[in-house]
């Protein structure tokens, strides 16, 4: 079965670059959720979308921002990196509504900030 | 953490001893979830339970939900050298952002 496809896997950049991640979730998936993770830290929410239009907001700092666009795949693009954005970057989307809460997690995207 | 703590943060047993995590959150709660992760991999959804359930079963897990105290265990039984992971409950709250804890990491000696 298809699951939540996240790129790329490993991405390396300077302080004060830009970074994009890229999440596709399960096909008839119409909620993305994306996590970030430091090292031996739990998942932090940091947005979600639903039908393409931004659901909640968690700890997402101003320098990122994330869509979701018409094929429902979803983008999170971060700027003016900072050595502290070094983590995992999880996506996971859940299925319509009524569902059964459950979210599928992709392999996670690993950001390393030099 | 953005909602709770679990308890212990690591755990290590025998094969085929019973391994117990606890957790803790802070709000109230559509339904709790727990999640497990191997190192550097993605979280994988082992069980759900809504907030007007008290226990449930799935195989060798069994949770158990208790919302006047907004705790919730995670039993696994006959554990396996494979159970090793970290292991996370999540919150629902509003349907459309997930909180998890702190995790637990258990450690299952062969």
């Known amino acids: 079965a298809a699951g939540v496809i996240q790129s790329p896997r490993h991405l390396i950049k300077e302080k004060r670059e830009t970074a994009t991640l890229k999440c596709y979730p399960i096909?008839?998936?119409?909620?993305v959720y994306w996590y970030q993770q430091g090292p031996g830290q739990d998942p932090q929410f940091l947005i979600s979308?639903?039908?393409?239009?931004?659901?909640d907001k968690g700890s997402i700092p101003d320098r990122f921002s994330a869509q979701q666009f018409s094929d429902y795949h979803s983008e999170l693009n971060m700027s003016s990196l900072e050595l502290g954005d070094s983590a995992l970057y999880f996506c996971?989307?859940?299925?319509?509504?009524?569902?059964?809460?459950?979210?599928?997690f992709g392999e996670g995207s690993r950001l390393t900030v030099l | 953490s953005q909602q709770g703590e679990e308890d212990p943060q690591a755990l290590s047993i025998q094969e085929g001893e019973n391994a117990t995590m606890n957790c803790s959150y802070k709000?109230?709660?559509?339904?709790l979830q727990w999640y497990r992760q191997n190192s550097g991999r993605g979280l994988v959804h082992l069980i759900l339970?809504?907030?007007?359930?008290r226990e449930k079963h799935s195989g060798r897990l069994r949770v158990t939900l208790d919302t006047s105290k907004k705790s919730s265990s995670l039993l696994i039984t006959a554990s396996r050298a494979a159970d090793t992971a970290s292991y996370f409950c999540?919150?629902?709250?509003?349907?459309?952002?997930?909180?998890f804890g702190t995790g637990t990491s258990l450690t299952v000696i062969p």
């Open positions: 096909p008839r998936h119409d909620t």
């Open positions: 709000t109230s709660i559509n339904n």
């Open positions: 999540a919150t629902d709250t509003t349907g459309n952002q997930f909180y």
């Open positions: 996971a989307s859940s299925s319509p509504r009524p569902n059964t809460g459950e979210l599928f």
């Open positions: 979308f639903y039908e393409k239009m931004q659901s």
């Open positions: 339970i809504r907030s007007n359930e």
